[in-house]
Nanobody, 126 residues
Framework: QVQLVESGGGLVQPGGSLRLSCAASGFTLRDYVIGWFRQAPGKEREVVSCINSRDGSTLYADSVKGRFTISRDNAKNTVYLQMYSLKPEDTAVYYC???????????????????WGQGTQVTVSS
């Protein structure tokens, strides 16, 4: 059974940091592209960052470049999203997602992914 489980969300003050984890089971992470998406109330789900677990290629949304870092540990079948310098506008439910079709323009859209986690809430507020 394919499963993605996010963890690490919470409440943090502006300027703070969090590390999200996405633990995969039921499939081998290195054969998949993993994406982190987020969705704020009243807004569409948007891509935050993606990683090709096979070769480590990465992509970041302009809004998080220089503040967020995506990484993977294939031995642990886990992908991480390290978030620094958090802003109130980063507040959202964060989801990880996976698909096996390689690196291409589809990685930036939610409907390009086959499997999704349940999400973890990140709230940036003083």
């Amino acid at each position: 059974q394919v499963q993605l489980v996010e963890s690490g969300g919470g409440l943090v003050q502006p300027g703070g940091s969090l590390r999200l984890s996405c633990a995969a089971s039921g499939f081998t992470l290195r054969d998949y592209v993993i994406g982190w998406f987020r969705q704020a109330p009243g807004k569409e789900r948007e891509v935050v960052s993606c990683i090709n677990s096979r070769d480590g290629s990465t992509l970041y949304a302009d809004s998080v470049k220089g503040r967020f870092t995506i990484s993977r540990d294939n031995a642990k079948n886990t992908v991480y999203l390290q978030m620094y310098s958090l802003k109130p506008e980063d507040t959202a439910v964060y989801y990880c997602a996976a698909h096996p079709r390689g690196w291409g323009p589809w990685i930036q859209v939610a409907h390009g992914y086959d499997y999704w986690g349940q999400g973890t809430q990140v709230t940036v507020s003083s």
